[in-house]
């Protein structure tokens, strides 16, 4: 069954914690503030943490969602930030998500979120880089276009 969770939650490119129980996932809102100054926005469950790090410009504050879930053998940590309106239209300068406590398997950025019966616009792979713990921008690759952010790692979590 964990198996068949992994493979659904990589196919759909997304990390909603489908596998996980209530108490292992969080859906919160937060603004996403223009202005071309540096803001974190983090969200942890237990000792697991993702912090989404972004300047932006242009336009005024958007709402954002940012969801966090460990599966139920607490083997992967998943954390997607996303505006749920589908395409932000704020400037990024840069972008950052780091994840705590877990070894980075998967991650994905998109210039447009899926709204009714559209789907996600992935950004180009040489736009991003990813790292054991971090995605960020490429500068001078990336064309400052960013809706939506998903990571998934597998955790430190040994078995006693």
Same mark, same amino acid.
């Given at each position: 069954?964990?198996?068949?969770?992994?493979?659904?939650?990589?196919?759909?490119?997304?990390?909603?914690?489908?596998?996980?129980?209530?108490?292992?996932?969080?859906?919160?809102?937060?603004?996403?503030?223009?202005?071309?100054?540096?803001?974190?926005?983090?969200?942890?469950?237990?000792?697991?943490?993702?912090? %989404? =790090?972004?300047?932006?410009?242009?336009? /005024?504050?958007?709402?954002?969602?940012? #969801?966090?879930? @460990? !599966?139920?053998?607490?083997?992967?940590?998943?954390?997607?930030?996303?505006?749920?309106?589908?395409?932000?239209?704020?400037?990024?300068?840069?972008?950052?998500?780091?994840?705590?406590?877990?070894?980075?398997?998967?991650?994905?950025?998109?210039?447009?979120?899926?709204?009714?019966?559209?789907?996600?616009?992935?950004?180009?792979?040489?736009? %991003? =880089?990813?790292?054991?713990?971090?995605? /960020?921008?490429?500068?001078?690759?990336? #064309?400052?276009? @960013? !809706?939506?952010?998903?990571?998934?790692?597998?955790?430190?979590?040994?078995?006693?």
């Amino acid at each position: 069954m964990q198996l068949f969770c992994k493979m659904f939650l990589l196919l759909l490119g997304i990390s909603m914690p489908l596998c996980a129980s209530a108490e292992q996932t969080k859906v919160v809102e937060f603004n996403v503030k223009p202005g071309g100054v540096v803001h974190t926005f983090s969200e942890r469950i237990s000792e697991y943490e993702c912090i %989404f =790090t972004y300047a932006s410009q242009g336009g /005024t504050n958007e709402q954002w969602l940012m #969801s966090v879930g @460990l !599966s139920e053998d607490e083997q992967l940590f998943s954390c997607s930030v996303w505006r749920p309106q589908g395409k932000s239209y704020l400037f990024f300068t840069q972008f950052k998500a780091e994840l705590k406590g877990a070894k980075i398997e998967y991650a994905n950025a998109f210039s447009e979120t899926a709204v009714t019966g559209q789907r996600d616009v992935p950004l180009k792979p040489d736009e %991003f =880089t990813v790292g054991e713990s971090t995605v /960020t921008q490429r500068d001078g690759k990336f #064309s400052a276009q @960013l !809706s939506k952010l998903t990571v998934i790692g597998r955790t430190r979590h040994d078995e006693l």
